[in-house]
T-cell receptor, first 115, second 110 residues
């Protein structure tokens, strides 16, 4: 009964490949996020969807494309992977602002290594 | 100036001691504040929200000082299991995006 689950947990791939990471939440939250945490441990927002609508689209290379088929799922596709894409990618979800405590719930992360 | 600043540490503290760390934020209109905990190679987890009047949860006390634009986290009677990175998080405008500090690493030693 994992609240936010993302797959795969580990991903090792060669430069130039295309890969996808999937995320699903069963909390009934309306908003989902993708974050990147690099080797310096900074958490950086990449994208956010609210009820399948893109609401945050930070400055990331357009090789990164999110897709939200429904409000419980948010996937991340990465084209032409580069060495600098190596990081931990976290999916998260939250209720809408104003709905009480809207702290995020994170998935366990996907550790991407590009070789 | 960074939007949310924390001392990266590490803070090396003996078990049983009290430890406190602060976090400053730049946007005076910020609405909501949180402390998250992140263990090594794990995801961040919400530790506590920070309310204007200050709040306590067991050994943990969080306080907000709007005049000086900082929030604090106090841990009493520290346990070995408190070793982690503590992330300060601010919502600047009641919108969806949270601003994250880089975290303060805490190491509790026996």
């Amino acid at each position: 009964d994992t609240a936010v689950s993302q797959t795969p947990k580990y991903l090792v791939t060669q430069m130039g490949n295309d890969k996808s990471i999937k995320c699903e939440q069963n909390l009934g939250h309306d908003t989902m996020y993708w974050y990147k945490q690099d080797s310096k441990k900074f958490l950086k927002i990449m994208f956010s969807y609210n009820n399948k609508e893109l609401i945050i689209n930070e400055t990331v290379p357009n090789r990164f494309s999110p897709k939200s088929p429904d409000k419980a799922h948010l996937n991340l596709h990465i084209n032409s992977l580069e060495l600098g894409d190596s990081a931990v990618y976290f999916c998260a979800s939250s209720p809408n602002p104003g709905q009480g405590n809207y702290g995020y719930t994170f998935g366990s992360g996907t550790r991407l290594t590009v070789v | 100036r960074k939007e949310v600043e924390q001392d990266p540490g590490p803070f090396n503290v003996p078990e049983g001691a009290t430890v406190a760390f602060n976090c400053t934020y730049s946007n005076s209109a910020s609405q909501s504040f949180f402390w998250y905990r992140q263990d090594c190679r794990k995801e961040p987890k919400l530790l506590m929200s920070v309310y204007s009047s200050g709040n306590e949860d067991g050994r943990f006390t969080a306080q907000l000082n709007r005049a000086s634009q900082y929030i604090s986290l106090l841990i009493r009677d520290s346990k070995l299991s408190d070793s982690a990175t503590y992330l300060c998080v601010v919502n600047p405008d009641s919108n969806y995006q949270l601003i994250w500090g880089a975290g303060t690493k805490l190491i509790i030693k026996p």
